[in-house]
């Protein structure tokens, strides 16, 4: 599942936040589960900084940013998501170069080679790639990102899972 999702359940205002929030619901109860890539924890800090110095403007609390960032990722950590972690580095050959790089690293850039991802978006495939490869029983990768999903053709033949948006999966879910 991708960072979106969970920021979408976050804001009143995107487009996916009615479905998002049934997904996380979901989640909380039990009824489906997720993995998501650790990057999440790192995105979705930086939103919720984000999100909390737009909503107070120039005369922002730092320790109330602080406290409302911990919040949210306790939020994010209460919903019973796996976070996926691609351990260990391995070797990167190019030309010249040779090097140790983390293995998520590895896979992002051969997915650059095949694909116009963004980084992020490359380390959210490859993770996902990754978790399908060691459960198999992962129905989707959810995503409210248009370009993700203007890809998912590709992507799903990458992945060996169906990119679908948080509208999509509801419904094919059977989530209410």
Known sequence: MDTNVFISALKADDPYHHEAKIVAKSLRKGEIQAETSILTLLETAS?????????????????????FVVK?????????????????????????????VPSVFNESILLGIQTTLRTLDLMHVAAARHAKQNNH????????????????????????????????????????
């Open 47 to 67: 939103v919720a900084s984000r999100m909390y110095h737009r909503a107070q403007g120039s005369e922002e609390d730092d320790q109330k940013r602080k406290t």
């Open 72 to 100: 949210t990722l306790k939020t994010l950590a209460g919903l019973g998501v796996k976070f996926v972690h691609m351990a260990g580095d391995t070797p990167f050959a190019v030309e010249n170069i040779m090097t140790y």
């Open 137 to 176: 029983e992962i129905g989707a990768f959810v995503t409210g990102d248009m370009e993700l999903l203007r890809m998912k053709g590709q992507l799903s033949t990458i992945t060996g899972m169906p990119f679908r948006s948080p509208r999509e999966y509801v419904i094919d879910i059977g989530l209410k």
